[in-house]
């Protein structure tokens, strides 16, 4: 059991390239989210999902893209990096139960210059 | 549309001194609530949470919250800090009907002196 699991790390980009953010986790939870921790800052909500094939906007869902297409992964897409995407990114997910428990990522440091 | 508010940016406490962070949640109906503790570099760690039931939670590290539903406000306490408890605290709250949306506050960095 892994958890949830962030990859890459740390990402250096060029302005108007593109990537995806991969997001997994191995404990069969419907709701999966996407937020994004400026220097200095809380989290944003960018994304978030409550189960497989539905996705919805957060708080600052421009210049992403995400999918749902299995319970597992929850990728996010950047589709034109800018520099204001300079950010620190995490994914989380929870079962939605009763005995609800959150799961964060380590997180993604990405750079934009 | 739910929003939590954490009104202290930065505190600074003397260690072994009490402590009280301040969280105030914007919801209709009681929501699920958190507190998550980041030290510099680091992800997010869970301190406690509140479902239902028992409005004074207890969590790790000593800390513990009191959920007011006349006040919306769930306010995170310690009695005693100690220097390793410098980080930032987010409060956080999930809608327990409907919009299934984890919303953070701010944060509120913690300081301790000597």
């Known amino acids: 059991n892994a958890g949830v699991t962030q990859t890459p790390k740390f990402r250096i980009l060029k302005i108007g390239q593109s990537m995806t953010l991969q997001c997994a986790q191995d404990m069969n939870h419907n709701y999966m989210y996407w937020y994004r921790q400026d220097p200095g800052m809380g989290l944003k909500l960018i994304y978030y999902s409550v189960g497989a094939g539905i996705t919805d906007k957060g708080e600052v869902p421009n210049g992403y893209n995400v999918s749902r297409s299995t319970t597992e992964d929850f990728p996010l897409r950047l589709e034109l990096a800018a520099p204001s995407q300079t950010s620190v990114y995490f994914c989380?997910?929870?079962?939605?139960?009763?005995?609800?428990?959150?799961?964060f990522g380590e997180g993604s440091w990405l750079t934009v210059v | 549309a739910q929003s939590v508010t954490q009104p202290d940016i930065h505190i600074t406490v003397s260690e072994g001194a009490s402590l009280e962070l301040r969280c105030n949640y914007s919801?209709?109906?009681?929501?699920?609530l958190f507190w998550y503790v980041q030290s510099p570099g680091q992800g997010l760690q869970l301190l406690l949470k509140y479902f239902s039931g028992d409005t004074l939670v207890q969590g790790i590290k000593g800390f513990e919250a009191e959920f007011k539903r006349s006040q919306s406000s769930f306010n995170l306490r310690k009695p005693s800090v100690h220097w390793s408890d410098a980080a930032e605290y987010f409060c956080a709250v999930i809608s327990n009907f409907g919009n299934e949306k984890l919303t953070f506050g701010t944060g509120t960095r913690l300081t301790i002196i000597p």
């Open positions: 919801y209709g109906a009681t929501p699920y």
């Open positions: 989380a997910s929870r079962s939605g139960d009763n005995a609800d428990t959150i799961y």
